[in-house]
C-alpha cells in the first residue's frame, strides 16, 4: 500500500507538465490580460471634445447604438496602421465609432484626421490619461466594442489587423 | 593579487547589485508634502503591477502608466479615500493581475495551498523511508 502512495508525487508532477506543455502549445497572446470591464457599463466621464464646442458626458453618449471606442494617439505608429479598418467601421458598416484621444497635442490631432481621414462621431480629450484607466487601458491603440445597452462585449489591445477587423465584425453583428 | 583584484571586481558587481534593486522611479514632484501620506502612497505604489513591464511594481517602474498610477493614487490619498478605497478602484479597472499578491480566492486556492501541500506529502515520504531503514537495520 506505501508503495503505492509513492506513484501520487510523479503522478501529480506529470500533471503538471501536462499543463505546461497544453499552455506552451495552445493559441494565446501571453502579454494580453483579459478586461475586467467586460459585460459591464461603460465608465461614466466628462471631457472636453475636439470636434465639438461642447463636453462630451458619457452618459448622453452611450446606450442608444452600438459604438465602438478606440483609444488612439497620433504618436502611436499602431494607431496609423489600424487607422484603415477603423475607417472601414464607419464608412462601410456604419458603425458609430468614438475616439478617445490619449495623452496627444490637438493641433497634431486635427492635422492627423485631415491627412488621414476622420472615422470618429466625436473625440474625448484624454490628456492626462485619467479616461484610459478608467477603462481599463494599459497599452494603445485599444478598441472596445459597446453595445445598444452601452454594456462593454470586447476590448482588443493592440491595433486592428485584418483578422481582427473580421472577427469584430461578426461580434457585431451577433451583437445586432 | 590577481586572485584579489578579481574577488574585488565580483564583491563589487554585488554591492552594486544589490543596491540597484532600491532604485525606485518615483519623481520629486509626485512626493507629497505629508510625511505620512507619501508612505502609504509609496506602500501601495509597492503592491500594484506595472501592467506595462508586468515584473515590476509601479513604485520601480518608469513606464508612463506608471507613473499616472502613482499620481493618481497620491491623489486618492489627498481626497482621503483609505487604501481598501484604493484597491478596489484599481481592480475594478485592472483585475486582480494589477495586485502583485494574488487576493486568496477559490481561483487562487491551488497557487496558495499547493506549495504547502507538496511539502508536507514530502514530509511524509521521507519520514516513512527514514522509519522503514530503521526497521532494516534492526533487523
Not at chain 1, 465639438?52 to 483609444?71: A, M, P, R
Not at chain 1, 472601414?88 to 492627423?112: A, C, H, L, P, Q
Not at chain 2, 483585475?95 to 514530502?122: N, Q, V
Request: charged content about 25%; overall charge positive.
Amino acid at each position: 500500500m506505501r508503495k503505492q502512495l509513492l506513484i501520487i508525487p510523479f503522478v501529480l508532477f506529470l500533471l503538471v507538465l501536462i499543463t505546461f506543455f497544453y499552455l506552451l502549445l495552445i493559441e494565446r497572446n501571453i502579454s494580453v490580460i483579459s478586461s475586467n470591464l467586460l459585460n459591464k457599463n461603460v465608465p461614466k466621464f466628462q471631457s472636453k471634445s475636439l470636434l465639438k464646442n461642447q463636453n462630451f458626458i458619457s452618459s448622453e453618449e452611450f446606450g442608444k447604438e452600438i459604438v465602438l471606442v478606440n483609444f488612439f494617439a497620433t504618436w502611436c505608429k499602431p494607431c496609423r496602421d489600424e487607422h484603415k479598418y477603423i475607417k472601414r467601421f464607419s464608412n462601410e458598416k456604419k458603425v458609430r465609432v468614438i475616439g478617445i484621444n490619449y495623452k496627444d497635442d490637438k493641433k497634431k490631432t486635427i492635422k492627423w484626421l485631415k491627412t488621414l481621414g476622420n472615422p470618429y462621431s466625436d473625440i474625448p480629450l484624454d490628456g492626462k490619461g485619467i479616461i484610459a484607466i478608467d477603462w481599463g487601458v494599459y497599452g494603445i491603440p485599444e478598441t472596445f466594442v459597446v453595445n445598444s445597452k452601452g454594456i462593454i462585449k470586447y476590448r482588443h489591445v493592440g491595433p486592428i489587423t485584418k483578422k481582427m477587423y473580421k472577427k469584430i465584425n461578426l461580434l457585431i453583428k451577433e451583437i445586432e | 593579487m590577481k586572485i584579489n583584484k578579481a574577488l574585488l571586481i565580483i564583491v563589487s558587481f554585488c554591492f552594486i547589485q544589490f543596491f540597484s534593486s532600491n532604485c525606485y522611479s518615483v519623481e520629486p514632484d509626485e512626493i507629497l508634502q505629508n510625511q505620512k501620506q507619501e508612505l502609504r502612497a509609496r506602500n501601495i505604489s509597492k503592491n500594484i503591477r506595472c501592467m506595462v513591464c508586468q515584473n515590476q511594481s509601479i513604485d520601480e517602474s518608469n513606464a508612463p502608466l506608471a507613473k499616472d498610477l502613482r499620481i493618481l493614487i497620491r491623489n486618492k490619498i489627498k481626497d482621503g479615500k483609505n487604501d481598501a478605497e484604493i484597491y478596489k478602484f484599481l481592480t475594478d479597472r485592472y483585475g486582480d493581475f494589477i495586485l502583485l499578491k494574488p487576493p486568496l480566492r477559490s481561483s487562487t486556492f491551488a497557487l496558495w495551498f499547493f506549495p504547502i501541500i507538496f511539502f508536507i506529502i514530502g514530509i511524509l515520504i521521507v519520514f516513512s523511508h527514514s522509519k522503514k531503514s530503521e526497521k532494516n537495520l534492526k533487523k
